[in-house]
Structure formats: C-alpha cells, structure tokens
C-alpha cells in the first residue's frame, strides 16, 4: 500500500532563514513524488515533481525537494523564506502509472515570521 | 501551468436538496479527473476516480448515490451532492490530469454548507 509521512503538523521559521518541510514516503515500485501548497480557502497549487532523473528538483517560487531512495524521503526546502511562503504544504506520491490517484501526507504548516 | 475551474465557489443550502458541482480542465483535455473532500486543517480525502465516458470509481465508504459523479466529456466532470445533510458540509476539490497522467492539477475548491 501508498503511503506518505509529514512528521511535522507545523514548521516555523523566521523570514531570510532556510526551510525544510519533510517528507518520507512509502510505494511499491518506483514512486512519483509531488509537492503541492494550500492557501486558505484555495485549491492546491502545484510545485514541484520528481518522476525520475536528478534527485534535486527545483520547482516554483525557489523551491527544491531531495528525492533520497534510501531514506525513501523527498523533503521539501528553500534557502531563504519568505512570510508569503505561509500556507499549508502537502507531499503526494503515485504509483508509476497514468490515472492513478495521488495519496497525499496530512499536510504540515508553515509559518515564517518577519 | 495548466488551469482547472470550479463553479461554484461557495454554496449553501437547505438539508435535503442536491448540489451540482462542476470541474472543468481549461486548456488541457483531462482523460482523468478526481474528486477529493477535505475537511478543516487537514488533508484531502480521495472521493473518486473518473475517466472520460465511463463510470467513476469510488473510494471504500464513499457513498456512490449520493455523490453522483459524471464525466461526459474531456473538459467537464461534475459532483452531485444528493439530499445533502450537514454532516456533507466540507470543501471539495477536484483534480484533472491529461493522457500522460504525470501532474494533477487542482481546481481551487467549492465550499458547501448545508443548513
């Protein structure tokens, strides 16, 4: 079975600091990995994916996530935050194979303050 | 990036009525889309699975009549909401992907409250 871990409920950081928002994951086969970003009251935004390829992914807004096979991890980071970076962060994975459903992690928030 | 819609934004009405929701992929053909409900502060349920011209795929414990789910054509997958009731209250989303399926991209959500 799919699975996806965001050990963190909320991440704090103060703005100009770097971020990391984790994420461990659980598939058979090779995985599909995806970040995705909530404002409140709003769909999910896409960020960023991993399919195959360089394990460093960089996506929008300066955002980056580390596809780590080993640790089965692919979490999600920035060198500098900002406060607009403020929202609620979801990893999903999906089996290798087209239309299937994305399983997502229970979402951590982040809080960057100024 | 790709562009999916949902009307309505927010609704509200009395328990006991049904509810349309439409999803609609704007500059992509979506062989797939999928309905998902999420509930305050926390993650995206998956409701159901739908492919274009065929009937959708529900999720163990999801109701299939009372979320009617059609997907008649590339670019329309509707929701309904049959004889809502409070406890349907909660924000729906759906998701769309094209025939390569790589990235599901989100409509920004319906909010229902039912009275």
């Known amino acids: 079975a799919q699975s996806v871990a965001q050990p963190e409920d909320q991440v704090n950081v103060a703005e100009g600091n770097p971020l990391t928002v984790k994420c461990t994951y659980s598939?058979?086969?090779?995985?599909?990995l995806f970040w995705y970003v909530q404002y409140p009251n709003r769909g999910l935004q896409f960020l960023l994916k991993?399919?195959?390829?360089?394990?460093l992914v960089k996506g929008s807004y300066g955002f980056e996530a580390e596809f780590n096979k080993s640790q089965t991890s692919f979490h999600l980071k920035k060198p500098s935050a900002l406060v607009s970076d403020s929202a609620l962060y979801f990893c999903?994975?999906?089996?290798?194979?087209?239309?299937?459903?994305?399983?997502f992690g229970k979402g951590t928030t982040l809080s960057v303050s100024s | 990036g790709a562009v999916v819609s949902q009307h309505p934004s927010r609704v509200i009405c009395k328990s006991g009525t049904s509810v349309k929701i439409e999803c609609r992929s704007l500059?992509?053909?979506?062989?797939?889309m999928f309905w998902y409900r999420q509930f305050p502060k926390k993650s995206l349920m998956l409701m159901a699975t739908?492919?274009?011209?065929?009937?959708?795929?529900?999720e163990q414990g999801v109701e299939k009549d009372k979320f009617l789910i059609n997907h008649a054509s590339l670019t329309l997958s509707t929701l309904t909401v049959t004889s809502a009731h409070p406890e349907d209250s909660s924000f729906y989303i759906c998701?769309?992907?094209?025939?390569?399926?790589?990235?599901?991209?989100f409509g920004p959500g319906t909010r229902l409250l039912v009275l």
């Open positions: 998701s769309a992907s094209g025939p390569m399926g790589e990235t599901q991209y």
């Open positions: 598939v058979s086969g090779n995985p599909y």
């Open positions: 991993y399919i195959t390829g360089d394990n």
């Open positions: 999903a994975v999906r089996r290798n194979q087209a239309g299937t459903a994305l399983i």
């Open positions: 500059d992509f053909q979506a062989t797939t």
């Open positions: 739908s492919n274009e011209g065929s009937k959708a795929t529900y």
